[in-house]
Every structure is written in C-alpha cells, then in structure tokens.
C-alpha cells in the first residue's frame, strides 16, 4: 500500500492506493495499466489540492483586503468627525451669536 500526504494550512489530505491484492495474475501489460491508472489518479488528486490550495489563498487575501478597506472607511467616517468646518455652530447658524 502507498500513501501520499500533503500539507496545506492545518487541513491533512492523505491518499491511500492499494496494491493489487492477486499477484499471480499479474503480466507486463497489467503493470503497465496499473501505474497509468496509478498516476491519472495521482495527478487529480494533485490538481484538486493545487485548486484547492489556490482557492484558500484567493479567499484569505480577499478577506484581508475587505478588513482593509474597512478599516479605512471607518478611519475617514471618524477623521469626518474633527473636520474644522464642520462645527455645530456652523449647522446651527450660531457662529454670529456666540
């Protein structure tokens, strides 16, 4: 039995491939049919945890862009807040008065 493991941030995928259990029928052309099945199937798998591996990293530096871009919004909504020419007076029309 093969295993082939590979890492990914925390997450484990691991792929068992089963040797052929009848060993007394085995001839050149089924060794043959055996390690191309073998690598079509090792080849999907690593496409699939390449797209996933890609996928995951897509999001995550998404994600890190939207808590940027938030966080500016709310730093410009409270710099607002201190603008000089936004006193209450001036909304008011009070500025004359006191």
Same mark, same amino acid.
């Given at each position: 039995?093969?295993?082939?493991?590979?890492?990914?941030?925390?997450?484990?995928?691991?792929?068992? +491939?089963?040797?052929?259990?009848?060993?007394?029928?085995?001839?050149? @052309?089924?060794?043959?049919?055996?390690?191309?099945?073998?690598?079509?199937?090792?080849? +999907?798998?690593? +496409?699939?945890?390449?797209?996933?591996?890609?996928?995951?990293?897509?999001?995550?530096?998404?994600?890190?862009?939207?808590?940027?871009?938030?966080?500016?919004?709310?730093?410009?909504?409270?710099?607002?807040?201190?603008?000089?020419? @936004?006193?209450?007076? @001036?909304?008011?029309?009070?500025?004359?008065?006191?």
């Amino acid at each position: 039995m093969h295993k082939f493991s590979l890492y990914v941030d925390k997450l484990v995928f691991t792929v068992f +491939i089963a040797s052929n259990a009848n060993p007394q029928t085995h001839n050149d @052309d089924d060794d043959d049919e055996d390690d191309g099945k073998r690598m079509r199937v090792f080849i +999907i798998i690593l +496409i699939t945890v390449l797209v996933l591996t890609v996928t995951i990293i897509a999001l995550m530096v998404a994600h890190k862009h939207w808590q940027k871009k938030k966080r500016q919004q709310e730093q410009a909504r409270f710099l607002k807040l201190f603008e000089e020419g @936004d006193d209450i007076e @001036d909304e008011l029309g009070l500025g004359t008065i006191i």
